[in-house]
């Protein structure tokens, strides 16, 4: 039986028992000599994809953590009046509050920027269904934007129409460059 | 008649094995709770238009369950039932795969882009898919797949994985447009969603086969064809979507055939293969090596690793697709084909190496196995017919032969001997290495079969 002829060379050498780091080693000799099964050829490559994979998907969670870092937030808000329907002749908005607009609405959001503090440097930005910025201020303090309360969404750039979707409004406070944390925000959906 | 211990002796299991019936039908429950619970909340909760069809389309999922059900059913059937049984299964699949073309057309499009729409769309996807099913199953070389299974991999893909991933999906955007700053880093999370929740959606569809067809999941290989037609078949179903969506969009702007006409050209011609089929190949693999592995726990790693590739194969593409901008020039349509090439060729030539190193070794043991076959002596393998049965090439032109001998039947009762004589050594492999369920009457039953075939071929 193989098991019992592996486990007589374990044992002994020329009648002397093996121990410790030798025994080890003869075990793994055991294992060198035995037949190659080349299955294992394909586990160790599909090892070596996974490798690769854990590495890719921490990129990715690094780049997450870039982007939104970890920390206490500034504890500040940003008072978003609404969206609404705009006119861009006058560039005044028109009716009440909206949550849905058509394709060939204009809409603009309205930001009350005197409740922010000076210290920090804010931008306010629209995003399209397909996360295209289409317009937005800044970046900069809040006293330099207070001039800039209605903040249209543009029709993206050889449109006719805005594009069908989830329009996401964002007040971003920035640190360096980067958009580190939301003051406020306001979903509207444009229907197709 | 041998006796017990010699059969047993003869027949070697691997003792205290989880029963995978019980396994799969855990998963399968696990799945009809997810789903029904998904399509419910979706509906009561986000009333997403996707949720809506997938309420309406759990009808859909049923019939492909019962299809397949009866699919697998049919296997256990005498030959004479089987056939009947089968024809039941493809009629299910076909009532399944309609009706949910219909609800994606009355509930996600038929109101934008258009009934005529929708059905261009799916007309100009079916060829495509059809084209890379029959090469992923060509894929196989020594022993193709069942059509009846790499198709009811393929409707898994389209209709089941494609439901598993509307609430997942829909409640995570919900949560992170809500949360996160948008940019780089919401982008970065809508990739993680896409890559976990559609790659395990179209992976348990690969598992499930690999639990309940034993028979028909021999190693890398088959794990990488019936991967690759889930992915096909998500592919399928997700180019409509992207097609019809765009042309409700840009149809305004006169720009909707154009677009739906590129989406189609990068979904179904440049990312065929380099896309969901890839992705879900890489699952198919890892689950294939698994199935020849000795030790539960490295069973376990192999598939964990599988779906780990496919994953970061998927998040890769979502989240740094904008790496690589499209100008809108004719240089444009250089950059789109580099841009895949450069971002999913390399996990396609992963899953093409691992294809290639699973053939190099089936064909091997194939090899090994027919040339013992051939010393028994018994009239299965002639020692003549080893090198013949080895080579595809071989294979075909023998068939060949025989039309010139007889006629087209004798052809086709050639390809049933050669496709026995395969299946035997295959289980002759199995069983040497001892990761075979079927009892070792079943391998004298197909010693019968390639026998009896023989004598049609008149050899």
Known sequence: ??????????????????????????????????PRDPVFTLYRTLLAYGAVAILILLAGAAEFIYFEPFGKPAGITVHIAGVYRYDPTTHKTLGPDQRTFTRSDSFAAVVDWSGLPDSITVQAIWYDAFQNVVGGVGPGRPSELSADTVIPAKVAEGLKYHLPGQYIFAVERLDGNLPVEVLGRRIVLVER | MPGLATLIAANP???????????????????????????????AYFDTIPGRTSLYGLLAVALVALATYVGVRAFDRDPKTRARHLVRAGVLLGLAALLWLLFSDVF??????????????????????????????????????????VLVAAAWGAIVATSLVVWGESLWEAVAVRTLVPG???????????????????????????????????????????????GLGFNFMESIAYMTNIYAVLSPEGA????????????????????HATYTALIGAGIGIARQLPSRRRK????????????????????????FPIESSLLGLVEVHLRTVLMTGPFTAGVVVLLVLGLRNESAALADQLRKEAALGGGTVLPQEVAILTSPWKRWRERMRAVDRGNVRAYFTLARLQAAQLDLAMERWHRERQEIDTPLEAEDELRRQILKLRGQAAF
Not at chain 2, 110 to 134: M, N, Q, R
Not at chain 2, 209 to 214: A, P, S, Y
Request: aromatic share 10%.
């Open chain 2, 300 to 323: 376990v790693i192999a598939i964990v690793m599988g779906f780990l590739a496919a994953i970061a194969a998927h998040f890769s593409w979502d989240a740094w697709l904008s790496f």
């Open chain 2, 184 to 230: 780089p880093g919401l982008d970065a999370s809508r990739a993680f969603s896409a890559g976990l929740l559609e790659e395990l959606g179209k992976g348990t569809a690969v598992l499930l086969l690999f639990l309940v067809m034993r028979n028909e999941f021999d190693d890398v290989v088959d794990g990488i064809v019936y991967g690759a037609a889930v």
């Open chain 2, 256 to 275: 909707g055939g154009v677009a739906a006409g590129f989406q189609w050209y990068a979904r179904q011609v440049l990312g065929l293969f380099m896309g």
């Open chain 2, 108 to 149: 996600l499009f038929a109101g934008s882009a258009g009934p005529g729409v929708a059905v261009a769309c799916t007309l100009a996807c079916v060829p495509t898919t059809a084209f890379g099913l029959f090469v992923v199953r060509r894929l196989d070389r020594n022993e193709k797949e069942p059509w009846r299974l």
């Open chain 1, 1 to 34: 039986m193989v098991p019992k002829q592996k486990k007589a060379a374990d044992t002994a050498i020329r009648g002397r028992p093996i121990r410790g780091r030798l025994k080890a080693l003869t075990r793994l000799a055991g294992v060198a000599a035995g």
């Open chain 2, 13 to 43: 299991r691997p003792r205290q094995r989880p029963t995978r019936y019980v396994v799969a039908i855990l998963v399968a429950a696990v799945l009809v709770v997810v789903m029904i619970a998904n399509s419910v909340l979706d509906f």
